[in-house]
C-alpha cells in the first residue's frame, strides 16, 4: 500500500466531512432558533498499533508520521444566541441556556412523543391549539398537556410561562431543562429528539420567558465562511498530493521501471 496516497485520502474525506458541517451552518445562519454544529477530526493511530499486531515487522519511520486522520464525534453548541424583538405576541424566547420548548411530535408510526425546540415562533392554530409556525406541532403546558386557547382574545404569556387570554390565566408552558444537552438529537425543523431516560429531563428552575421576541441563529457567518474556505483548501491540498504521488507511481512504474 502506498502509505502517502492513504494519508492523503483520509485528508481528502475528513475535511470534505468538516465542509458539509460548515457549509450547513451557514446555510442555517438566519434559521431562528438554531444552533451551530462543530465538527472534529481525530489522529488515527497507525496500523500497527491500532489493530494491536505486535508480529508485524517494525516501521518505525512510517509509525512517526501516523495512521492519517478520521472524522471525530459532531456535537452542537447550545450556548445562547442574541435576541431579536418582533412584538409578535406568539413568539417567545427562553432566557436561559439548556432549557427547551416541549412539542408533541408523531413518531414513524403516528404516536404522539415529546422532542424539544429553541425555537419560540409559535401560532394559533384554528382549533386554538398553540403550535410550532414549523411544522405546526402542537406546544405542551405543564404536565405534558397540548395547550388550547380560546380562539380569539388578546394573549399575554407572563415570565414565568403563565398564559393570559384577555387577563385570564388559561395555561401555563412546559419549560424543560435537560442533564446532558450533548444527547440531543437533532431531528429537524428546529426540533431535538431526547434519549429513552426517564431523568433525562429536569425542571428548568428560574427561566424568564421573554414575549414578542425570538432567539437568532447562533452561527457567526463570517467565521464559519473562514472555517469552509479552510476546509476546502485543504481538502484541495490533499486530493493535489494524491495527484502528485500517483504521477510519481506512474514514473517509477513506466521510466524506472524500464532500467
Do not use: C
Not at 85 to 98: I, S, Y
Not at 115 to 121: P, Q, S, V, W
Not at 219 to 234: F, G, N, S, Y
Amino acid at each position: 500500500m502506498n502509505y502517502g496516497l492513504y494519508l492523503s485520502a483520509s485528508g481528502v474525506l475528513s475535511n470534505t466531512y468538516r465542509q458539509d458541517v460548515f457549509a450547513n451552518n451557514l446555510a442555517n445562519a438566519q434559521t431562528v432558533g438554531f444552533k451551530v454544529d462543530v465538527p472534529s477530526i481525530k489522529q488515527r493511530d497507525p496500523e500497527s498499533l491500532e489493530d494491536n499486531l505486535g508480529y508485524m515487522v517494525s516501521k518505525d519511520m512510517l509509525d512517526r508520521l501516523g495512521g492519517g486522520v478520521l472524522a471525530g464525534q459532531q456535537w452542537t453548541d447550545h450556548d445562547r444566541a442574541q435576541f431579536k424583538q418582533t412584538d409578535n405576541p406568539f413568539d417567545l424566547a427562553l432566557d436561559q441556556e439548556q432549557t427547551y420548548f416541549a412539542v408533541q411530535v408523531p413518531d414513524r408510526n403516528g404516536n404522539p412523543q415529546i422532542e424539544l425546540t429553541r425555537d419560540g415562533r409559535f401560532t394559533r392554530d384554528s382549533q386554538g391549539f398553540l403550535a410550532t409556525v414549523t411544522g405546526g406541532h402542537k406546544v405542551l403546558g405543564v404536565g405534558d398537556q397540548p395547550i388550547q386557547l380560546p380562539v380569539s382574545g388578546d394573549v399575554v404569556v407572563q415570565n414565568d410561562g403563565r398564559i393570559l387570554v384577555d387577563g385570564e390565566e388559561v395555561a401555563q408552558l412546559q419549560v424543560t431543562g435537560v442533564t446532558n444537552p450533548a444527547q440531543l438529537v437533532k431531528r429537524g425543523q428546529n426540533l431535538y429528539g431526547m434519549p429513552q431516560d426517564d431523568n433525562f429531563r429536569k425542571a428548568a428552575g428560574r427561566t424568564a420567558i421573554l414575549q414578542g421576541f425570538t432567539e437568532q441563529s447562533s452561527v457567526d457567518p463570517i467565521k464559519t465562511l473562514m472555517q469552509l474556505t479552510e476546509a476546502t483548501k485543504t481538502a484541495n491540498g490533499n486530493a493535489n498530493m494524491i495527484k502528485y504521488q500517483d504521477q510519481l507511481i506512474d514514473r517509477a512504474v513506466n521510466t524506472l521501471g524500464r532500467v
